[in-house]
Every structure is written in structure tokens, then in C-alpha cells.
């Protein structure tokens, strides 16, 4: 931990006075990351703290959102937690619906050490109101062996904008008999990258204005997909454990989607030393978009209303928010990608990977999320979704694209009324 950190942090709490109970709770879903991640840290502050309980929590995000949701809306604190895992996708619906609720954590992070992209997310009126945490960089993970048997290079994957990548793909699909990707009708996950690839989203910077009608870059994201579909390169697919079985047996080329993916595409023993790791591919008709994208991620926050907030803040500030060698640690307990800016410097990101050929992917990742596009993804992402997944495929089937966008611009505007 740096001078700087330590100094910002202080010594060891000493107390959030006289009602403290001096006990913290945190919950969280995933208990081979999140979970596992929020006990390491927990191990760590104890050693210095011994006064303080810390119950980590594991709990499904569907039920986080809704006992949050259910007991801020009402004013009932009793059986919430101080810390809670929030995805970065809602983070913004919260800081709008119950404003007040979440600490302000300004003071105890400092924004110049994490990803703008990812300080972005948990903002409010230039206020901080979490710990960023895990970041989804996107990435695109592909078997060497298939792309050269289609007469491509490794060197040929570096840079792809997503006309080159469906070319390869066809070339795959001609010599190998392989799928380029799969892709879920029900998942508009590579809508998502390929937007945020060039800094746009489904409502404007402010977050609550809806732009689907007139949004150029989402224009060019779906008919970037149904040029995927139409090229024949994809297979389809519904739900996660098709879409793992698909590149696990050897059925696709590639898996366009964020790092998490990483040990999951590794624990396929049979096939180490076939896969690198490239750089998203970017809308080649869209000036500004860049080979970098985000998929998923969360943050740490303190419920401000419950109790002890103060130690708290002081867990995740000795933590989360500094702690270079916990960062460390996780990139090889439970594959971190640390939205840190520091990150890519550590021990641990500069290792080969041999099932990825030796390549050093942790600090790919880290170089790549360095470029990820600030985006606000404001209050109604999944409320829009539910209504876009239907657009984007009748598109694909041949709807006209500016009426399709037109009609869901009314239902979106309608479904997140206020």
C-alpha cells in the first residue's frame, strides 16, 4: 500500500461513536469471486482491526436487488447490510431513486487511481458514491489453430474492426466447418460492446433522455450483427451453459465478451496452448469507435442509513479502494481484472499464461480497460431491454431498421416513464 493511501486512510478505526456496534456486513453475490473477494479483504482489514466483526454475505443478485429495493422504497433499515455489491448497469437507478442512501465515498477514494470509465459509472453530481471494482473489459478470445487454418495470422487479429473479423470468420467457417461465435437471440451483450466501444448507450449522457431513434451508433451495432447473422458465421444459442459448451468442445472460433470469460474458455485442459487473446474488434464506420468495450462489473457501497457507516467506509477505504497487494492477490485467486489504474504494473498481471499461448492476458486486459469509453448507462437499461431484445431481432429478419428503432424509441419512452 502506498505512503499516499496510508496517509488518506489514517490509522486503525477507531470507532463511529458511541452506538457503534462495531460489526459490518456485506453482501454479495458469486462465491468464487465476489464472495471469495470480499472475504480476502475482510481477512486482510481484521489483522489490523481485531475489534471489528465482519460477516461477509452470499446471496443471489436477483435477491440483493430486490430486498434493497423493497426496504429503501419503504425506510426499513433493520436486516440490511452496510456494504452491498451494486452492478455498474444499475448503480445510477439507485443513486436516482433513493437518493441519500448510499454514503458519499468521495473522501476515502481517490478518482485519479481507477478507470474513468469505471469512476464515471458510480457518479452523481461530481460525487463518488462507491469503490469500483471488477472491470468487464472486453476481449476477443479465439483459437490459433482455426484461424490459421483460414490463412490468418495472430498478427491479423490485432486491430480487427468487426468487417474484417466476419471476412475471417467466413474463411473459418469455409476451411474448418467452424462457427465464428455463437449468438443469443435473448442477450443483447454484443449490442452493449459494440455501443460502448464508441461511447454511446441507449439514453443520452444524462441518463434518463432515451436515444434509440436517431442514435447512429446503435444503428450501426445492429446491422453489425445482422451482418454477423446474414454471413452465416454464428451459431445460436439460448443460455450460459450452451454458449460455455459451444467454445469447450471445440464448436466456435472465438468468444467475443468480457475477461470473466477467461478461466472459464481455460478450464478446457485439452485445449491449452490453442487460444490467445485479442483486442475487441470496433465499428469500422464509426469514427470514434475504438478496439475497447466493457461487459458487466460492479461496485462496493455503504448504506449510509443503517449503522456504522463510518467503519464501513473505513473497511473499503483500507481495502478496496488502496490496497495494491489485495488487488494482486485476487488477479490470481479469482482472476481480477482491477478497474486500478495501477493494475497492469502489478506482479501478478505480468504473468505468461501458457494455456493462452504465454501471453501476458491480465495485463492486456489492463492496457485494454485503460481505453475503455466513459458511458452513462443511466437508470434504464434493463427496462429498455426487455422491449429491445425483440427490435434488434426483427431487424435481423428483415424489418426496416429506422421504423424498428422509431417504434421501440416509443415503447422505451413509455416503459421508463417516471
Not at 478507470?115 to 463518488?128: A, F, G, R
Request: proline share 3%; net charge neutral.
Amino acid at each position: 500500500m502506498s505512503a499516499a493511501f496510508l496517509a488518506a486512510c489514517g490509522g486503525s478505526f477507531s470507532g463511529s461513536g458511541n452506538n457503534s456496534s462495531k460489526t459490518i456486513t456485506i453482501w454479495a453475490w458469486d462465491d468464487n469471486f465476489n464472495v471469495k473477494a470480499a472475504n480476502e479483504a475482510k481477512a486482510l482489514y481484521l489483522k489490523n482491526n481485531p475489534g471489528v466483526t465482519v460477516n461477509v454475505v452470499s446471496m443471489a443478485q436477483a435477491d440483493i436487488v430486490q430486498k434493497l429495493n423493497t426496504a429503501l422504497s419503504s425506510g426499513a433499515y433493520n436486516g440490511l447490510p452496510n456494504i452491498v455489491l451494486i452492478e455498474d448497469y444499475r448503480i445510477q437507478g439507485y443513486l436516482a431513486s433513493y437518493p441519500g442512501q448510499l454514503k458519499d465515498l468521495s473522501s476515502i477514494v481517490n478518482k485519479a487511481n481507477f478507470s474513468p470509465y469505471k469512476v464515471n459509472v458510480m457518479s452523481q453530481e461530481n460525487k463518488l458514491y462507491g469503490v469500483p471494482f471488477d472491470s468487464g473489459v472486453t476481449a476477443l478470445f479465439y483459437r490459433t489453430d482455426y484461424i490459421q487454418a483460414a490463412g490468418y495470422t495472430q498478427a491479423d487479429m490485432q486491430n480487427l474492426t468487426w468487417d474484417k473479423y466476419i471476412e475471417i470468420g467466413k474463411a473459418v467457417k469455409a476451411k474448418t466447418g467452424k462457427s465464428m461465435l455463437t449468438l443469443d437471440p435473448t442477450d443483447l451483450g454484443q449490442i452493449r460492446m459494440m455501443m460502448q466501444s464508441a461511447g454511446s448507450w441507449y439514453v443520452k449522457p444524462d441518463g434518463k433522455t432515451v436515444d434509440i431513434s436517431g442514435n447512429t451508433v446503435l444503428k450501426e451495432s445492429i446491422l453489425t450483427y445482422k451482418k454477423i447473422v446474414d454471413a452465416g458465421i454464428s451459431t445460436q444459442v439460448s443460455g450460459w451453459n450452451p454458449f460455455v459448451s459451444a467454445f469447450q468442445s471445440g464448436n466456435v472460433a472465438s468468444v467475443p465478451t468480457g475477461c470473466w470469460i477467461a478461466l472459464t474458455v481455460a478450464s478446457a485442459k485439452d485445449q491449452s496452448g490453442k487460444w490467445a487473446v485479442a483486442a475487441l474488434p470496433r465499428l469500422g464506420n464509426v469514427p470514434n469507435s475504438v478496439n475497447a468495450s466493457n461487459l458487466g462489473g460492479a461496485g462496493w457501497y455503504v448504506l449510509d442509513k443503517v449503522g456504522d457507516s463510518a467503519l464501513a467506509a473505513d473497511f473499503l477505504a483500507k481495502t478496496f479502494a488502496s490496497d495494491t497487494a489485495l488487488i494482486n492477490n485476487l488477479a490470481t485467486d479469482i482472476n481480477l481484472v482491477s478497474t486500478m489504474t495501477a493494475a497492469g504494473s502489478l506482479s501478478n498481471y505480468q504473468k505468461s499464461e501458457a494455456f493462452f499461448g504465454g501471453q501476458k492476458i491480465m495485463q492486456d486486459f489492463s492496457v485494454w480497460m485503460g481505453k475503455i469509453p466513459p458511458v452513462n448507462y443511466g437508470l434504464f437499461t434493463y427496462a429498455i431491454e426487455s422491449t429491445m431484445t425483440s427490435a434488434v431481432q426483427s431487424i435481423v429478419h428483415g424489418a426496416n431498421i429506422d421504423v424498428a428503432l422509431k417504434n421501440e424509441q416509443t415503447q422505451a419512452v413509455a416503459a421508463t416513464a417516471q
